[in-house]
Structures are given as structure tokens and as C-alpha cells.
């Protein structure tokens, strides 16, 4: 039983030291620590990554939309140019 509560006493104090190690670490709360600092730091490129990533999201469809209608066009185009070689091709 003697045996026992030094352990236990031993591991008590040894608890209480680690509580105070960690109460003293690094804290992403604070932005006074580096562990905060570093939170702060990759918090704000986590946002301006969205930002560009709704930017060209944005963009990629503006580019759609335009490329669909160069393919209307394009449609368009053959099929004038399929009406004029024939009206050439009578004509000749």
C-alpha cells in the first residue's frame, strides 16, 4: 500500500508538472504566441485563397458562356459558308 501512494504521489506531481507545461505552451488563442501568430497568419491565406478561388470560379464560367457562343457562331458560319458554295457551285 506504501509502495502505492508514493507512485500515486509521484504520478500527482508529475500530472501537476505537465498541467503547468501545457498552461504555458503555445496557445492558437493568443495572438501573441507563435502558435497564434501562425493560426492568424494561415487564416488569412486560407481567406484569400477563397477569394481566388470565387474570383476564377467567376471567371471560368464567364469563359463558358463566351465559348459557347463562339460555338453558335462558329455553327453559324458553316452553315453560311455550306449555302454560299452551293449558290457558287450553281452559279458556276
Given at each position: ?29 493568443d ?62
Amino acid at each position: 500500500v506504501e509502495v502505492l501512494q508514493e507512485e500515486k504521489s509521484s504520478l500527482l506531481a508529475e500530472n501537476q508538472i505537465l498541467m503547468e507545461r501545457l498552461n504555458q505552451s503555445d496557445s492558437i488563442e493568443d495572438p501573441n504566441s507563435p502558435a497564434g501568430r501562425r493560426h492568424l497568419q494561415l487564416q488569412t491565406q486560407l481567406e484569400h485563397l477563397q477569394e481566388e478561388t470565387f474570383r476564377l470560379e467567376a471567371a471560368k464560367d464567364d469563359y463558358r458562356i463566351r465559348c459557347e457562343e463562339l460555338e453558335k457562331e462558329i455553327a453559324e458560319l458553316r452553315q453560311q459558308t455550306e449555302e454560299l458554295s452551293m449558290l457558287a457551285e450553281e452559279t458556276q
